[in-house]
């Protein structure tokens, strides 16, 4: 396997920074091309200086100074700016994209990199959640692969490798259940954002762990299965499974399953991504079948965690509504992140947004991208943010 240049776009959110720990590790195989951040100037900085990438790119372009100051005697060249992002994504300089900026920012400089033919390893499910359709269809074009790196998606990649021409009956997306599982609507209403960032299997950054906590995480996920495997709604099914050991399996037209387990790790689908079709040797701990002894799996109750019945509709309905949901879902989140609404509030704002925006049943990009807007504005003035 040739060293490959990885372009990581998100290099100081959890996946990132578990990319460039499996980069160390394997510094023949890999190497950084290109590391971009959106606030954080301290960690961005210090993973140039380690990594010496060849293009940095701050989101935030008030931190453009205290990062070109910091590298100014590096051969790193350091840009700024959301556009400066997307420009960095189109450089034809890096080997592969890791898509890891958190929610809807990450569309665009996915779409970028796909318009000159690199291959993308996706940890930004709101891509495909937004715009699903369109980024396959590029993707087809371009006769590039989008290798999922969640770790559901990763599973279910992996269960599919020589089964080409093997009908799916459906496949099973397996979930933690958060750290409320079993708990019903009169205890969540006093939720806190402290309480509810305690994930109890799995380390991740903020806005996934509300997600995973509400179950709109699971609901995504089954958007984002539908495109990256070219199912219909009726083939995506969601399990509980407090484990968090098998990660998701598929089911075949003959009724055989095929599981994939392993620890919950990040850094084995993203090396997966990253190597793929190899596997590389790694010293990740093992999963010990004594512990657990015991695997379970239960239905998700929708009843309480609605934000995940209001993603199975999104997913039902199509067009533009699973957009609807996302912005939506993203303002809520980020309110109550804020204090600004309980728990169950970040429900009802998306509920009464998927209500009100407009549905598109074939939407170009330019609509997603309006749609987008739209259900964001919404979505703030019922907070009154």
């Known amino acids: 396997m040739s060293q490959k240049r990885i372009a990581i776009f998100g290099s100081t959110g959890s996946i990132g920074t578990q990319a460039?720990?499996?980069?160390?590790?394997?510094?023949?195989?890999?190497?950084?091309?290109?590391?971009?951040?959106?606030?954080?100037?301290?960690?961005?900085?210090?993973?140039?200086?380690?990594?010496?990438?060849?293009?940095?790119?701050?989101?935030?372009e008030r931190r453009y100074p205290a990062v070109k100051?910091?590298?100014?005697?590096?051969?790193?060249?350091?840009?700024?700016?959301?556009?400066?992002?997307?420009?960095?994504?189109?450089?034809?300089?890096?080997d592969m994209m890791l898509a890891a900026i958190v929610g809807y920012a990450g569309l665009r400089p996915t779409l970028r990199a796909i318009e000159i033919s690199k291959p993308i390893a996706l940890?930004?499910?709101?891509?495909?959640?937004?715009?699903?359709?369109?980024?396959?269809?590029?993707?087809?074009?371009?006769?590039?692969?989008?290798i999922p790196v969640d770790s559901e998606h990763s599973a279910i990649f992996q269960c599919l490798v020589g089964e080409g021409r093997n009908k799916i009956e459906k496949i099973v997306l397996t979930a933690s259940g958060g750290p409320f599982l079993g708990k019903k609507p009169n205890f969540l209403v006093n939720v806190k954002k402290d309480h509810a960032l305690q994930h109890p299997n799995w380390s991740m950054g903020a806005k996934i762990t509300i997600d995973s906590a509400t179950l709109m995480n699971k609901g995504l996920e089954m958007i984002e299965a539908k495109w990256l495997f070219n199912l219909s709604y009726e083939q995506v099914q969601v399990m509980v499974h407090p484990q968090s050991i098998i990660h998701s399996m598929v089911?075949?037209?003959?009724?055989?399953?095929?599981?994939?387990?392993?620890?919950?790790?990040?850094?084995?689908?993203?090396?997966?991504?990253?190597?793929?079709?190899?596997?590389?040797?790694?010293?990740?701990?093992?999963?010990?079948?004594?512990?657990?002894?015991?695997?379970?799996?239960?239905?998700?109750?929708?009843?309480?965690?609605?934000?995940?019945?209001?993603?199975?509709?999104?997913?039902?309905?199509?067009?533009?509504m699973p957009c609807i949901l996302n912005a939506a879902n993203e303002i809520a989140v980020y309110a109550f992140l804020k204090n600004r609404i309980g728990f169950l509030d970040m429900t009802e704002v998306v509920e009464q947004t998927m209500a009100k925006i407009a549905f598109i049943e074939n939407p170009t990009l330019e609509e997603y991208f309006e749609t987008d807007g739209e259900a964001r504005n919404f979505a703030a003035s019922l907070i009154h943010m």
Do not use: H, W
Request: aromatic fraction near 8%.
């Open 20 to 60: 460039l720990d499996v980069i160390a590790a394997n510094p023949d195989l890999f190497t950084a091309e290109i590391l971009t951040a959106q606030t954080n100037d301290t960690l961005l900085i210090s993973q140039a200086l380690r990594f010496n990438p060849n293009i940095v790119v701050i989101g935030d």
């Open 69 to 94: 100051e910091a590298l100014a005697g590096t051969s790193i060249k350091v840009f700024a700016g959301e556009a400066a992002i997307e420009e960095a994504a189109a450089m034809d300089c890096y």
């Open 123 to 146: 940890a930004n499910k709101e891509t495909l959640v937004v715009a699903g359709d369109i980024i396959m269809r590029k993707a087809m074009e371009k006769r590039i692969p989008i």
């Open 251 to 320: 089911q075949f037209e003959d009724g055989s399953i095929k599981a994939q387990m392993g620890l919950p790790d990040m850094k084995l689908p993203i090396q997966y991504a990253m190597a793929f079709p190899n596997r590389i040797a790694n010293d990740f701990p093992r999963y010990d079948f004594k512990k657990p002894a015991t695997l379970t799996f239960e239905d998700p109750d929708i009843k309480t965690f609605r934000n995940l019945a209001l993603a199975m509709e999104a997913l039902r309905l199509g067009g533009n």
